[in-house]
């Protein structure tokens, strides 16, 4: 299991960084060269579409890992507006330098700087040494026996590490839980507890902003905190089995449940970045995680197993059958747990039941 943190560049001395500015220019340069030129003449990662581009201060091993990381992001950016059915804009490269063992080397320091980056330089055969210090993330794996990846994602503020954890198997003692990812609760469980209560303001001020802007990438980074700091606070130490709904294609069609302020409210939800979130820190914890059907998750009764979307109204949930009520995110939770866990939908088996896989 792979894991990133990341550290700091305010070590390095001013010539260290104005040689990592020169770098990360010329390579953003020849990503978006690559990118132009892949984009109009399709290519791969061979000797002659690496010599599409002739003027450049880069090395052909730094000139291969910019034609690769512009493979990369082409067929990604194909990839995705082929998903979501728009047309496909050539993209700009403005992010990080991935760059593995070929020209990256990390190793313990000394003293109060403990960890060193040594990056291959537009010199040849010349590396810069970066002193850095390791975080409390960084700690925290090593102390579980994680070996740092010989590579890195550098940019102008940072150093991205990456870790190997070691395989370990999912915990037998705990209990199950069922998750429920919502709009404005983002998160709800099958024990009737609430998370992120205050999401749909957080979503709302995305919203808002300008794209482009600079408020709304503030926006952005703040939603993205709120998301892993409310996915924190599940009872991971408590746990053995958590489940979730597998969603998909929420934000794609039009339909009459899906009104224009409907598809508003959901463009800044992120749901693959909660999903991602939840898968990784149940492998951190040793968590087995399963993922079910969310069809009719919360339109069906925990009570009597009715299903009607009749009983569903906004966020509260009334059985058109027996009469049970509930708040509509909590019994998707419950549901999702006892789809799970394959038991007879009442709410008191769920609560108290647990499966072991």
């Known amino acids: 299991m792979r894991r990133a943190c990341k550290v700091t560049l305010k070590f390095a001395t001013t010539t260290k960084r104005r040689a990592i500015r020169a770098l990360l220019e010329s390579y953003r340069g020849a990503v978006n060269f690559y990118i132009k030129s892949l984009w109009k003449t399709p290519g791969n990662l061979d000797k002659i579409t690496l010599a599409r581009l002739e003027d450049s201060r880069l090395s052909k091993r730094y000139k291969s890992q910019a034609l690769k990381q512009a493979l990369d992001t082409v067929i990604a950016t194909k990839k995705s507006a082929a998903v979501l059915g728009k047309a496909a804009k050539c993209p700009v490269f403005r992010g990080a330098a991935v760059l593995d063992a070929k020209f990256v080397t990390v190793e313990s320091g000394r003293g109060s700087f403990d960890l060193v980056v040594r990056i291959s330089t537009l010199c040849k055969g010349k590396r810069i040494t970066i002193p850095t210090r390791r975080t409390v993330v960084v700690n925290k794996w ?41 709009v404005n609760k983002l998160l709800s469980d099958s024990d009737g507890n609430h998370y992120g209560t205050e999401f749909k303001a957080v979503r709302d001020k995305v919203r808002r902003r300008q794209p482009g802007s600079k408020g709304r990438l503030r926006s952005l980074r703040e939603r993205d905190q709120y998301i892993n700091q409310t996915v924190n606070q599940l009872p991971w130490q408590s746990l053995s089995l958590i489940a979730v709904e597998d969603l998909h294609d929420m934000k794609r069609g039009k339909s009459r449940t899906r009104s224009k302020s409907f598809r508003r409210a959901m463009a800044p939800w992120t749901y693959r970045r909660v999903l991602n979130r939840i898968e ?18 919360s339109r069906t009764c925990p009570n009597c197993s009715t299903v009607s979307k009749l009983s569903r109204v906004g966020e509260c949930f009334d059985c058109v059958a027996c009469g049970f009520r509930a708040d509509a995110d909590f019994v998707g939770a419950v549901n ?17 039941t647990r499966l072991v896989i």
Do not use: M
């Open 142 to 182: 090593c102390e579980r026996g994680a070996e740092f990846v010989q590579g890195c994602a550098l940019s102008n503020t940072g150093i991205v590490l990456w870790v190997n954890l070691p395989d370990t198997p999912d915990r037998l003692g705990g209990r199950s839980l069922g998750i429920d990812i919502g």
């Open 280 to 297: 990784c820190k149940a492998g951190e914890n040793r968590v087995c995680l399963i993922k079910v059907d969310p069809k009719h998750t």
């Open 336 to 352: 999702v747990l006892a789809r799970t866990t394959q038991l007879p939908t009442s709410v008191e088996s769920v609560g108290q």
